[in-house]
T-cell receptor, first 116, second 114 residues
């Protein structure tokens, strides 16, 4: 079965500093990986996805993610954090085979707080 | 293009009452799903559908029912509400032709069962 883990419940960073939100995955097939962001009282919004062959993927709002096959990681990064980046971030993997084809598996989420 | 529309946004139910959470999408997506979000637990899949007339159970299906009579609509029914069903519910849809396509989420329904 597919799974993702987000080892940190909370990440705190000062505005202007780089940020990293960690995600590791376990898949039996191809890694279809995604990052979503959730602002308070809102639904999830798509940020970016892994594209086969690209180890550094760029997404919305200046975010990027680094794919590392040997470490089975897909960490979310941003070179310079903004206070408005404060939100709940979810990593997810999509199943590509068997009876659970198409199903999305989410991590528990990481609350990012950027202080001024 | 409205995307995924969920109604209602808020609901308070008494234990034992039933209700239907509505979800509609206008993107012609085959795949639709319902999740519940509880603090510290991420999103857990309740039910999903890969097309009209086809539904299946996710991780936490007990106490919920779904149907998919059209591509656009995927309602979630609570048969007899319990306090344990107090949660935020999200509907999502996505294209099913490729696994490398993102899901689109509704704004959520905050349900409280008293």
């Amino acid at each position: 079965a597919q799974s993702v883990a987000q080892p940190e419940d909370q990440v705190n960073v000062a505005e202007g500093n780089p940020l990293t939100v960690k995600c590791t995955y376990s898949v039996s097939g191809n890694p279809y990986l995604f990052w979503y962001v959730q602002y308070p009282n809102r639904g999830l919004q798509f940020l970016l996805k892994y594209i086969t062959g690209d180890n550094l993927v760029k997404g919305s709002y200046g975010f990027e993610a680094e794919f590392n096959k040997s470490q089975t990681s897909f960490h979310l990064k941003k070179p310079s954090a903004l206070v408005s980046d404060s939100a709940l971030y979810f990593c997810a993997v999509r199943d590509d085979r068997g009876s659970t084809l198409g199903r999305l598996y989410f991590g528990r989420g990481t609350q990012l707080t950027v202080w001024p | 293009n409205a995307g995924v529309t969920q109604t209602p946004k808020f609901q308070v139910l008494k234990t034992g009452q039933s209700m239907t959470l509505q979800c509609a999408q206008d993107m012609n997506h085959e795949y639709m799903s319902w999740y519940r979000q509880d603090p510290g637990m991420g999103l857990r899949l309740i039910h999903y559908s890969v097309g009209a007339g086809i539904t299946d159970q996710g991780e936490v299906p007990n106490g919920y029912n779904v149907s998919r009579s059209t591509t656009e609509d995927f309602p979630l029914r609570l048969l007899s509400a319990a306090p344990s069903q107090t949660s935020v519910y999200f509907c999502a849809s996505s294209y099913f032709g490729s696994m490398n396509t993102e899901a689109f989420f509704g704004q959520g329904t905050r349900l409280t069962v008293v």
